[in-house]
């Protein structure tokens, strides 16, 4: 069993910056994968960042350049920074880890918000 919790969503003004952190309940070396998802109103959950086995990173197209995964394994927490943010990225962002014969973990999600 792993607990996800996510903070640091909120309201930004376009081209402003955020850094979402999840909190894991477990050490982060034992994960396959986390990763961050995010869900737009209306819109099916989509992956917008991934690091294997706390390595290479990979982005959805549509974040590639402006935001970064990472992990910090001393305090079991991932993070996604987020720059020069657009309202398109308005969504829920949610934490994922992938744990390798467990299953797949979710948190419960934290709101951010792009709008002038």
């Known amino acids: 069993q792993v607990q996800l919790v996510e903070s640091g969503g909120g309201l930004v003004q376009p081209g402003g910056s955020l850094r979402l952190s999840c909190a894991v309940s477990?050490?982060?070396?034992?994960?396959?994968?986390m990763a961050w998802y995010r869900q737009a109103p209306g819109k099916e959950r989509e992956l917008v960042a991934r690091l294997i086995n706390g390595v290479s990173p990979n982005y959805a197209d549509s974040v590639k350049g402006r935001f970064t995964i990472s992990a910090d394994t001393a305090k079991n927490m991932v993070y996604l920074q987020m720059n020069s943010l657009k309202p398109e990225d308005t969504a829920v962002y949610h934490c994922?880890?992938?744990?390798?014969?467990?299953?797949?973990?979710w948190g419960q999600g934290t709101q951010v918000t792009v709008s002038s």
């Open positions: 477990r050490s982060i070396f034992s994960i396959h994968a």
């Open positions: 994922n880890a992938d744990i390798i014969g467990f299953g797949s973990y």
